[in-house]
């Protein structure tokens, strides 16, 4: 069983950079896929970005390519999400999730990822 806690988030202005970490407990964290995602009031979970167990891989949603890096320290067991440059439709609650899959891959539905964190809030004004 793992547990995901993300810190990180707040208020900044457009234009303005966060870095979200997420910690892992309670699990092999290198043995996990790590992804990010978000959900905006009144809006589905949608996908930010993965990271492969070993780091060795990373993709990202159409909206956060050229603006966020997803990074990970396994000695740490902590996942980081750099963002960048962030708009006001970047505002929403940002999801930590760890999966296990059988090989290398990247997964990107949310129903895929069996451990959530509780969210934290970024909110980015204009």
């Known amino acids: 069983q793992v547990q995901l806690v993300e810190s990180g988030g707040g208020l900044v202005q457009a234009g303005g950079s966060l870095r979200l970490s997420c910690a892992a407990s309670g699990g092999t964290f290198s043995l996990y896929t790590m992804g990010w995602f978000r959900q905006a009031p009144g809006k589905e979970r949608d996908f930010v970005a993965t990271?492969?167990?070993?780091?060795?891989?990373?993709y990202y949603a159409d909206s956060m390519k050229g603006r966020g890096t997803i990074s990970r320290d396994n000695a740490k067991n902590t996942v980081y999400l750099q963002m960048n440059s962030l708009k006001p439709e970047d505002t929403a609650v940002y999801y930590c999730?760890?999966?296990?899959?059988?090989?290398?891959?990247?997964?990107?539905?949310?129903?895929?990822?069996?451990?959530w964190g509780q969210g934290t809030q970024v909110t980015v004004s204009s």
């Open positions: 990271i492969s167990w070993s780091g060795g891989r990373t």
């Open positions: 999730a760890a999966g296990l899959f059988l090989v290398n891959t990247i997964v990107t539905t949310t129903s895929s990822y069996g451990y």
